[in-house]
Nanobody
Framework: VQLQASGGGLVQAGGSLRLGCAAS????????AGWFRQAPGKEREFVAA????????AYADSVKGRFTISRDNAKNTVYLQMNGLRPEDTAVYYC????????????????WGKGTLVTVSS
């Protein structure tokens, strides 16, 4: 399966963005999905995850209450709605999927998209 992330850009602190991750070459409802991010000079970190059915989600403490992960299996797309953005949210955001289980560990994800850059100005 191939993943294409989109929706990144430049936004002022307090603003919102919605990232999308479109899948092709496979049916997204066969996979759990996650979003990760990597800021300059830092390691990649978990942001949010969602089960295949979409009924259960998980978030990093740093984004809980501000970000929402969702999925539309009919559109083969996973979303990350980001509200209340802060300068420390600046990073390249990556979507990923896995065909077994779900969770926060990046090394358990099977397929990764190219990232989309989010820049939050103060």
């Amino acid at each position: 399966v191939q993943l294409q992330a989109s929706g990144g850009g430049l936004v002022q602190a307090g603003g919102s963005l919605r990232l999308g991750c479109a899948a092709s070459g496979g049916t997204l409802d066969n996979y759990a999905a996650g979003w990760f991010r990597q800021a300059p000079g830092k390691e990649r970190e978990f942001v949010a995850a969602i089960r295949r059915s979409g009924g259960t989600t998980a978030y990093a403490d740093s984004v809980k209450g501000r970000f929402t992960i969702s999925r539309d299996n009919a559109k083969n797309t996973v979303y990350l709605q980001m509200n209340g953005l802060r300068p420390e949210d600046t990073a390249v955001y990556y979507c990923a999927v896995r065909d077994r289980g779900w969770g926060q560990l990046a090394h358990n994800y099977d397929y990764w998209g190219k990232g989309t850059l989010v820049t939050v100005s103060s």
